[in-house]
């Protein structure tokens, strides 16, 4: 069987500026996580959640919405730590595509374009949208060994400055790709 792209959708922020897990909170009938996990489900196919240990009702919610779960402890040192147990738990795909479990507006079709993107040779595929880079974005194999050694908070920022020359530009029509939810003004606001 050839190896496919893999979507991961990180879970395991600490919700600080919400003041409680935002991910669990009321959208559209379900939480908010359950919105991010169904578009990129939709767009990209069977999804790895990367969740903290312990969390029981995430876990619930996401395994409803049809995700794969990794339980680890290093969603505890930061998205760039989450992103590599996503990577090492994942290690055979021939890509990944990177969601954020805050961010339910992205839709299938744009996740889709990023993934086409990757599966037609891009390096790196992020979707544009009037001049932005948004999510989710898409990392290739030969990139790997560059996300399995990510840690700490800062994500794979550092790799996307590194090669930003190969990134793909997807251009879509989706503001979607820029609205995450931090605070609990953004989640009135959606």
């Known amino acids: 069987m050839a190896a496919t792209v893999r979507a991961l959708l990180l879970c395991g922020g600490r ?25 990129l489900r939709e ?3 069977p999804v790895l959640a990367v969740i903290p240990l312990g969390s029981a009702a995430l876990r619930r919610a996401l395994e ?16 760039g730590a989450s992103l590599a147990a996503g990577v090492e738990s994942s ?15 992205i839709t299938p079709a744009t996740i889709k374009a990023v993934k086409d993107a990757l599966e037609k040779g891009a390096t790196i595929a992020a979707p544009f949208h009037d001049g932005g880079r948004g999510h989710p974005v898409g990392f290739s194999a030969p990139l790997r060994e560059e996300l399995l050694v990510l840690d700490g908070d800062v994500g794979a ?14 251009q879509v029509e989706d503001g979607g790709i820029f609205v995450d939810v931090d605070t609990p003004e953004d989640m009135r606001r959606l």
């Not at 500026?17 to 919105?35: I, N, Q, T, Y």
């Open 64 to 79: 409803r919405a049809g995700c794969e779960i990794l339980e680890t402890d290093r969603t505890s040192r930061g998205l």
């Open 15 to 39: 919700s600080t500026r919400f003041g409680a897990d935002k991910l669990m909170a009321e959208f559209h009938g379900a939480p908010l996580v359950a919105a991010a996990a169904a578009n």
């Open 157 to 170: 920022r550092g790799i996307l400055e590194r090669h930003a020359k190969e990134i793909t530009r997807v």
């Open 43 to 45: 767009g990209a196919g």
């Open 91 to 105: 290690a055979s795909a021939s890509g990944w595509i990177v969601a954020l479990g805050d961010m339910p507006r």
